[in-house]
């Protein structure tokens, strides 16, 4: 099983809304990350979790919050969000943190801020 | 930090032909890895190859292999035996200890 899982798939929120991102593996990986692509730009890398802690964080603003509860589930909790924030949001793992392991990516949550 | 570019925003070749992806990159470190993710339309992203960088040989997965030049900085990807399933869009990456970051893409066309 080399799936990665996102939930759900489409969301439309407004500014004042708070909701969440859900991504799931089941593969036993100790790295999971979360990008934004907006349409036709490559992903950004924003949160890296490491064995379950917060490694990286690519200067990302505190509306959006990620969360490790556990090694195979990734939250993305959003909140007052802006129109500029629509894009796609695409998890993925790896087996280890390190540079040299492959990513395995989930099929995305395309998001719309109104 | 590092920089990532793929000079050709679309290419387009003929089913069972070859085309070539080109990507260029900047890097002061030393030890770092290359992939190619191809990310087909409304499909999630999957790894077509990878390269170590201490590796002097290229890598070669099937159809797909890449030109890896160190030296020049230069990392392109060879597809031979286009087929159909081949149509997305090509992102080379860099990855290093602390930096992760992909090219603006190549979008590329298989015409039957």
């Known amino acids: 099983d080399t799936e990665v899982t996102q939930t759900p798939k489409h969301l439309v929120m407004g500014m004042t809304n708070k909701k969440s991102l859900k991504c799931e593996q089941h593969?036993?990986?100790?790295?999971m990350y979360w990008y934004k692509q907006k349409a036709k730009k490559p992903p950004e890398l924003m949160f890296v979790?490491?064995?379950?802690?917060?490694?990286i964080n690519e200067s990302v603003p505190s509306r959006f919050s990620p969360e490790c509860p556990n090694s195979s589930l990734l939250n993305l909790h959003l909140h007052a969000l802006q129109p500029e924030d629509s894009a796609l949001y695409l998890c993925?793992?790896?087996?280890?943190?390190?540079?040299?392991?492959?990513?395995?990516f989930g099929a995305g949550t395309r998001l719309s801020v109104l | 930090a590092q920089t990532v570019t793929q000079s050709q925003p679309e290419m387009s070749v003929q089913e069972a032909e070859t085309v070539t992806l080109s990507c260029t990159y900047d890097?002061?470190?030393?030890?770092?890895?290359l992939f190619w993710y191809k990310q087909p339309p409304s499909r999630q992203m999957i790894l077509v190859i990878r390269?170590?960088?201490?590796?002097?040989q290229n890598a070669t997965e099937n159809r797909f292999s890449v030109n890896f030049q160190k030296a020049a900085k230069s990392f392109s990807l060879k597809i031979s035996d286009s087929q159909l399933g081949d149509a997305a869009m090509y992102f080379c990456?860099?990855?290093?200890?602390?930096?992760?970051?992909f090219g603006a893409g190549t979008r590329l066309t298989v015409k039957p």
């Open positions: 993925a793992s790896s087996q280890r943190p390190h540079e040299r392991d492959i990513q395995y």
């Open positions: 890097t002061s470190e030393s030890d770092y890895y």
């Open positions: 979790y490491s064995y379950e802690k917060l490694s």
């Open positions: 990456a860099y990855r290093d200890n602390n930096d992760m970051r």
């Open positions: 593969m036993g990986h100790r790295a």
């Open positions: 390269q170590e960088a201490y590796k002097q």
